[in-house]
């Protein structure tokens, strides 16, 4: 049972420059997340997604895309790389909220960034 | 505004000094306060979580508590594998399990 996994974990792309960010889950989670961590800050939102083709704008989704064509997979896009967004990727998965399903979020183990 | 401030960013215990770590919370509608664990270089690992007032979870050395303004973790008699980063989170209402984190309190336990 692998849980969440993301490729690649390191990447180094220069400014402008495009890549795509993959997240797949084995749990049938129907959630799935996208955040960035930041030295000294939380982990931040980007993108989620409630459900199979839908996905929705996080607390900073400028300058990311998002898909989720299939119930496990969750890819992120950054069309035209920027410094600022050198960070730590990670993405997780979670049942919805019900009265008997445990919601805690499972995470992958993350993508390092660098935009130079 | 939804906030979520641990303190302190970093703690250094000695190996079987207990202590605690907070986690102050200031959000609209709190449906479950969670503690992960984040070693370095990966992903953070769910610990615990909690519902309402008064609650208490334990799990090895590690025990988390709520009030209605904030959560405790404390640690018991810690050992060096318990060095690591540790995040609390909480949830609000958003339709998508919304989670606010704190930047997380570093913890380093020396022999």
């Known amino acids: 049972n692998a849980g969440v996994t993301q490729t690649p974990k390191f990447r180094v792309l220069k400014t402008g420059q495009s890549m795509t960010l993959l997240c797949a889950q084995d749990?049938?989670?129907?959630?799935m997340y996208w955040y960035r961590q930041d030295p000294g800050m939380g982990l931040r939102l980007i993108h989620y997604?409630?459900?199979?083709?839908?996905?929705a704008k996080g607390e900073v989704p400028d300058g990311y895309n998002v898909s989720r064509l299939k119930k496990q997979n969750f890819l992120l896009g950054l069309e035209s790389a920027a410094p600022s967004q050198t960070s730590v990727y990670f993405c997780?998965?979670?049942?919805?909220?019900?009265?008997?399903?445990?919601?805690?979020?499972?995470f992958g183990q993350g993508t390092r960034l660098t935009v130079v | 505004e939804d906030q979520v401030t641990q303190s302190p960013e970093a703690l250094r215990l000695q190996e079987g000094e207990s202590s605690s770590l907070n986690c102050s919370y200031t959000?609209?509608?709190?449906?479950?306060l969670f503690w992960y664990r984040q070693d370095p270089g990966k992903g953070p690992e769910f610990l615990f979580t909690?519902?309402?007032a008064g609650e208490e979870k334990e799990k090895e050395r590690l025990k988390a508590t709520l009030t209605k303004k904030e959560s405790f973790l404390h640690i018991t008699a810690p050992k060096p594998e318990d060095s690591a980063t540790y995040l609390c989170?909480?949830?609000?209402?958003?339709?998508?399990?919304?989670?606010?984190f704190g930047a997380g309190t570093r913890l380093a336990v020396h022999p």
């Open positions: 989170a909480a949830r609000i209402s958003g339709g998508y399990n919304k989670l606010i």
């Open positions: 959000v609209s509608g709190l449906r479950g």
């Open positions: 909690l519902y309402s």
């Open positions: 997780a998965s979670s049942y919805r909220e019900g009265v008997l399903v445990n919601t805690e979020a499972f």
């Open positions: 997604s409630v459900g199979e083709g839908t996905t």
């Open positions: 749990m049938n989670h129907e959630y």
